[in-house]
């Protein structure tokens, strides 16, 4: 009884000092954030307001612009861009999709993109839990997709992806600085 | 279809009123359920006041996956927003505006979106089996002790966890702080059997070890 009671006093101290040690993440300068399709999904399911089924969820952290030009500057037209900041940009679909034509079965995958000055080359790729894309395989890829630059009259400082209604599915809107793009996911 | 301009402009002015009280009442019903914003010029979506994070362990997994170091297999991560202190006592025995959080209400362990912790094997704590998979994740914080609760109601809001969808729920004892933390952190450290994940806030701190 008495070791055990030592034991316990051991673990107690040694959990307390273990957090007194412990050095805590500051907040990161491009900041996390996440994106439903079914927009909202979250707010309407704890009100349990009907919405459509779950179908996407995007992950992403938000670079901002702050003063710099971001396409042919910051980023090189036809490299491999990590589509945010830090951790890989991730997508989750919750159902069966296509993505031109590519069936992309439900699970969680990384994204990427090719910017050009006309397009963008949108990339889903199979390897998950990844930082930004230094590692980028192009023998993972699952699904690419060319989709057009439309040039905005609002400049958008921090990097946004959202997802928008469409008549075959979803849109995913990804916009910075003065461009954005729209990729037709299809269920 | 609608040749007359004055009409036209009435439908058009009245088109925008209903959105504009649609879109207010979406919010209106709970004045908690607005996100706040820093940057609402974005019309996409405005930039979080309590941005998102997320931690990983083995801690750091996909930069040092990207190195190539050795990391061991990914365990476990959690995704979670983090409030601020701003100057606000956070935890005490009365409800707000005196204390953010009062000692036993249900607190959503970060803001926005439910918090959520992904296991990629089972694990088990303080001799409780967890599977492997996903779960949202709260707790009830009292002056000594935290009582975390794991639960299956995933792509949730934070706010008023469904009760009846928790699966396990675990005591752990609370520690003073010696600094202010103004940011709600989670984070996991390595430990003897496997992982602490650490939760800290203003003056307190808890440790939940993970087994695996």
């Known amino acids: ?187 | 279809m609608i040749k007359n301009k004055p009409t036209l402009f009435f439908v058009i002015v009245l088109l925008t009123a209903l959105c504009f009280n649609a879109c207010n009442t979406i919010n209106s019903n709970n004045p908690e359920i607005q996100k706040p914003v820093f940057e609402p010029s974005n019309s996409y979506a405005a930039v979080d006041k309590s941005p998102m994070d997320i931690s990983y362990y083995p801690v750091d997994f996909p930069a040092r996956k990207m190195s190539g170091n050795d990391t061991g297999s990914l365990t476990a991560r959690v995704i979670y927003s983090r409030p601020q202190k701003n100057g606000r006592a956070i935890f005490g025995n009365e409800p707000p505006p005196k204390y953010v959080q009062q000692y036993g209400d249900l607190w959503r362990l970060g803001a926005n979106e439910a918090s959520e912790i992904e296991f990629f094997k089972p694990v088990s704590i303080k001799g409780q089996r967890i599977s492997k998979g996903r779960y949202i994740i709260y707790c009830i914080p009292f002056e000594d002790k935290w009582v975390i609760v794991f639960n299956t109601n995933l792509f949730s809001w934070g706010l008023h966890p469904d009760t009846a969808k928790d699966i396990a729920k675990i005591e752990t004892p609370v520690y003073k702080s010696e600094k202010t933390i103004e940011h709600f952190t989670m984070v996991f450290q390595p430990s003897a059997t496997g992982a602490n994940l650490i939760m800290a806030w203003d003056n307190m701190q808890a440790a939940l070890p993970i087994s695996f």
Do not use: H
């Not at chain 1, 990161?28 to 927009?39: A, E, Q």
């Not at chain 1, 992950?59 to 396409?71: E, L, N």
């Open chain 1, 1 to 187: 009884m008495k070791k055990f009671f030592l034991l316990v006093c051991a673990v107690i101290f040694s959990a307390s000092f273990l957090i007194a040690q412990t050095k805590l993440p500051p907040v990161d300068k491009s900041t996390m954030d996440m994106s439903y399709y079914p927009n909202g999904y979250p707010v309407s399911k704890i009100q349990d307001k009907p919405t459509d089924p779950l179908v996407a969820r995007v992950i992403y952290s938000r670079p901002q612009k702050s003063g710099r030009t971001v396409f042919g500057d910051l980023l090189e037209y036809g490299k491999v861009w990590r589509l945010g900041a830090n951790e890989a940009t991730e997508i989750e679909f919750y159902q069966n999709v296509k993505i031109n034509t590519t069936k992309i079965k439900k699970g969680r995958y990384t994204m990427y993109c090719i910017p050009y000055a006309d397009r963008w080359t949108v990339i889903i790729n199979k390897e998950n839990d990844t930082w930004g894309s230094f590692k980028y395989d192009i023998k993972k890829d699952v699904a690419r997709m060319d989709v057009p630059v439309q040039k905005q009259a609002e400049i958008v400082e921090a990097f946004t992806m959202t997802f928008e209604k469409a008549g075959t599915g979803t849109n995913l809107i990804i916009a910075w600085d003065d461009v954005k793009v729209s990729l037709p996911i299809v269920f």
